[in-house]
């Protein structure tokens, strides 16, 4: 007897291999996996002072007051494999500009998400802050064959909210009084990319790093269209 309930497709219900570990290179930037030791003191000098108190506004750690606390902070955020914690490294100098991890990661459903992402006025407005985003989808997608990739940030933040448009996520909506961070409210704005989406994104995403787009000073002459969806 056939069910007249309505039902979702039937999908591949094969898990994705968890996120690892691994090297993501491209050409201005090389994502690593997390390493106190060679990367803490770059990323603590580039995000410290209450110049850049406002880098730690939106994310559930810092500002640290000293290297010392960055130090345990970070040290145990190594260790996790959930959320998986990568460094940023600027191509040319090899030195640390930033950090990102795989988070929520649920290989079970092939969904995961990109978050704690923190970029340090040395990789801000750089190509090389595009091309990390692109390489981290890159590597979700076609690598390891996730079918969900999300984008979420507190409501507020309003930069965070046009980056995710600007690489291609769909907004879905906002979870009202989802969090207490740092002791306060944050309603969060979730965001995503499925997989049946992300040839387009990509070609977006490739057709803006293409060295033709970008001037003898390294300006580009495109702006970058990842076809974001629209909002509901």
């Known amino acids: 007897m056939t069910s007249t309930v309505p039902v979702g497709i039937v999908v591949d219900a094969t898990p994705a291999p968890r996120p690892g570990r691994v090297t993501l290179e491209g050409r201005f930037v090389v994502i690593v996996p997390f390493d106190l030791a060679a ?3 770059d990323l603590f000098d580039r995000s410290s002072g209450v110049e850049n108190d406002a880098l730690w506004a939106y994310l559930g750690q810092g500002p640290f007051a000293d290297f010392a606390s960055f130090s345990a902070y970070y040290a145990e955020a190594a260790k996790k494999d959930d959320p998986l914690l990568f460094t940023i490294l600027d191509k040319a100098s090899g030195r640390a500009v930033g950090h990102a991890t795989y988070m929520r990661i649920a290989p079970q459903d092939r969904a995961v998400e990109v978050g704690n992402i923190l970029y340090t006025p040395a990789m801000q407005r750089t190509a090389g802050a595009t091309e990390a985003m692109y390489l981290m989808a890159r590597h979700v997608f076609d690598d390891l064959g996730y ?22 996520f769909t907004y879905e909506g906002t979870f009202r ?5 740092k ?50």
């Open 39 to 41: 990367h803490g003191r």
């Open 147 to 168: 079918r969900r990739y999300e984008w979420k940030c507190n409501d507020l933040n309003a930069p965070s909210r046009r980056a995710a448009k600007r690489y291609g």
């Open 177 to 181: 009084q989802h969090m207490i961070v």
């Open 183 to 232: 002791g306060r409210n944050r309603d969060t704005a979730w965001f995503s990319m499925l997989d049946g989406e992300w040839p387009r994104v990509k070609q977006g995403f490739e057709a803006w790093l293409d060295p033709a787009n970008f001037d003898a000073e390294g300006r580009q002459k495109t702006s970058l269209d990842c076809g974001a969806g629209t909002q509901f």
